[in-house]
């Protein structure tokens, strides 16, 4: 039998008994990161790395039955050896390692290779079996830097400034939101929505060291915000809060930025191509250097992906899995 | 070029008129005199002849990037754009140049006479220089089809704007012959080359839809009623001894009608003629899918002339004796127009768009609802005391259309859409039923909102049966009705018909798959309109 199955509740361990970012209630689950596509409420048990803890205890609440772990370190559940090696993602991502009798796995979650100055840094680890995602599995998905991007970011704010425009970036609340702190700190005054600051506030107890910000609430002046620069949630991006602004410009932070057309379905001022996942180079040298065997690829260009990784002689299969939905599960959170 | 790929970032990037508007008087403020016209003309869809293939461009992006070639046709599938995909898959440039647009553009033009190899080494090194978003650009150069939702009346008003000038008489300027390589910027503003040109046509007035009752209009006694006709709308110019004629396209399509070429010798030069190109036989206005046979033909059968011969309902005069007539009235227009009509010696062939006589709005709305038997589509309002404006303007003329034909359909086929929306599942095959079977009767991808858009790509990422490429097969659930302003005959159909314009009226959620139209109900539809 393999280490791991595809069942309808999601990612199983049969050896182990336990599930990696079950959809389903199950008894427990190993929880990769904080995302709402991978983690869900009403599971018995979870198991995560010790800076994802914080984020569930405030997204899915904190009467839930919670076991950490760091990075690096292994623990054996009914045999099987289970430890946790930074994704990249966001902060607290973690690829799960399972072994056991010699044969390990990895289930990778959502990663990006590139370090983003907040969350740990991606590290490979070499494994007969990867569980990988393909948010951005076509070749069309090449990122800048990050220092690149960050330097757009701070011309187009420089720009609005000159204008007497309003910056607002759109950006997730776990992971873009934070990088986008860190980089723009003493840049300008930044001043985020509060399902931001209250992840921040739990963060920062955690330990994660983050730069002030200032929570948006209704003493603060729109001249102030106009001077400054405003983050919000994808959930705000078409509402009204914005539109009250003083000649409000928006840029939406995310890797479909790269694209024309998904600039302009966004129907943003501007379009950073900003992502916590890999990109195309980014997947194909995350695979090559776990030296897979075989290749589950999970969600994204999910046919795309796997068709090109057998022909270049990795064998490799598509799974159907619910994740791969952050910005409308997000949503949810924030309703 | 770089001051360029930023007109284009900041065009794409706003979606609000006055930005763009302001983006392009920038534009013209700063940037290089001689890079203006080929910017004009691109805006305009004047496109030099392709230097390069489309096989070959791709080809050659293939061997660039190493990937295969239908890793690249996916990547199509998800940019919607060729030019894009090509510019975002080659590896990253090793060199920066930084040359002027025109510069590149003309370089490009003297390709055409060399050979494959030179032209390859030529657009690889330009690939290998230029940044992503240049990339693009240098592509769509080469491929001359530069879309990115700047209408030629955006760039006039901004030309206007920079450049102090009348907008009507840039629009005219921009509107004719000229050579972007062979005029200054300048001259071509200022509309310099315009009157040694025999062929200009002036802007079309265009009206809007009218949505409220008529009575809100006034006065009867003050407008003037036609049909409106659905064929081509044309301008036929007589000059200097020379006929053209214009469709609202801006395109000469004076060799396609040679059933109107009489009037080189019965027209008075400095006469234009604004109108409609119609099918008419033995007096009658025949329906848009006869007509539709004479369309873009380089030759036409005589059985062609014989079925659907050609004529022209002409609507107004905007050039008498070398005059500008536009800014006379409508009625003054058109007593003009009739006197010139009438003294044609070709008759039946030419004539006056015949006014539609009514006692009061309630009696024109009577008359427009007999507007398909007539094979029109509605009935036009004009003011009596309106100029003839150039494009759209809102409050002299009218459109008061007859409510579009519907039936309804089934969804069967989803494939993702391009352009704006590259990514979702946008673009729909509906089906009408036969028997047991279902039959495909209509491509439509407009007329949804973009939550409904939303909805509908879930709905058919769960209910995808069969891939075929980029086309997925889905569960036949989802009603539509389809709203479409014509049915003709087609052999090229299943069906054995097919539908023009058809689009997306309203997503039917109250209906069944069971309830929808049968393909008899079109036959019958059909039968009548013949």
Known sequence: ?335 | MKRFAELIQQLETSNKTNDKIAALVDYFREADDRDKPYVIAMFTGKRPKRPVNTALIRQWALEASGIPDWLFAESYHSVGDLSETIALILPPPEKLQDRKLHEWIQDLALLKDKTDEEKKWFILDAWNSLETQERFIFNKLISGNFRIGVSSKMLVNALARQSDMESSKIMHSIMGKWQPAEITYQDLVAGSHVNTDNSWPYPFCLAYALEAEPAALGAPGDWQAEWKWDGIRGQIVKRNGELFIWSRGEELVTAQFPELHFLLDELEDGTVLDGEILSIKDGYVQAFSVLQQRLNRKTISKTQLNTAPIGFYTYDLLEHKGADMRFETLAGRRSLLEKIAGGLKTTGVVVPSPVVRFEDWSHLARLRESSRDLNSEGIMLKKLDSMYHSGRKRGDWWKWKINPYTVDTVMIYAQKGSGRRAGYYTDYTFAVRDGDQLITIAKAYSGLTDKEIKEVNSFVLKNAVEKFGPVRTVKPELVFEIAFEGIAESKRHKAGLALRFPRIARWRKDKKADEINTLDDLRQLLQSTL
């Not at chain 1, 689950?29 to 995302?35: I, S």
């Not at chain 1, 690096?72 to 902060?91: C, D, L, M, Y």
């Not at chain 1, 969350?119 to 948010?135: G, M, N």
């Not at chain 1, 757009?152 to 704010?157: C, E, L, P």
């Open chain 1, 1 to 335: 039998m393999a280490l791991i199955t595809f069942t309808n509740k999601g990612i199983y361990c049969g050896k182990g008994g336990f599930y990696i970012d079950p959809w389903l209630p199950v008894n427990l689950a190993v929880t990769t990161h904080g995302h709402s596509d991978h983690v869900k409420w009403g599971n018995k048990a979870y198991l995560c790395h010790e800076l994802t803890k914080p984020i569930l205890d405030q997204r899915l609440g904190e009467d839930l039955k919670v076991e950490t772990l760091p990075y690096g370190r292994e623990i054996t559940i009914n045999n099987v050896k289970v430890s946790f090696f930074p994704a990249g993602h966001v902060i607290g991502s973690a690829q799960v390692r399972l072994e056991y009798k010699g044969e390990i796995c990895v289930i990778s979650g959502d990663y990006k290779i590139e370090d983003d100055g907040i969350s740990s840094p991606f590290e490979p680890v070499r494994c007969h079996t990867f569980v990988s995602e393909s948010t951005f599995g076509l070749p069309i998905y090449k990122w800048q830097p990050q220092a690149a991007v960050l330097d757009k970011i701070r011309d187009w704010v420089s720009d609005n400034q000159d204008k007497h425009k309003t910056s607002v970036l759109i950006a997730y609340s776990l992971g873009k939101a934070q990088r986008l702190i860190k980089g723009l700190t003493g840049y300008s005054d930044l001043y985020v929505h509060q399902s931001i600051s209250n992840l921040n506030e739990r963060l920062i107890a955690a330990g994660v060291d983050l730069p002030e910000t200032i929570r948006i609430g209704p003493d603060l002046k729109k001249e102030e915000l106009q001077r400054g620069i405003v983050i919000v949630p994808p959930a705000l991006a078409e509402g009204r809060w914005i539109k009250n602004l003083i000649q409000p410009a928006t840029g939406v932070c995310s890797g479909w930025m790269q694209v024309r057309a998904g600039r302009r379905w966004r129907s943003a001022d501007a379009g950073f191509a900003l992502s916590d996942h890999a990109d195309w180079p980014g997947l194909l040298s995350a695979i090559e250097a776990t030296g897979a065997e075989k290749v589950y690829v999970t969600h994204g260009y999910t046919a795309t992906f796997s068709k090109y990784l057998n022909e270049s002689g990795v064998p490799a299969e598509e799974v159907k899995t619910q994740y791969g939905n952050e910005e409308t599960e997000e949503k949810e959170v924030l309703s």
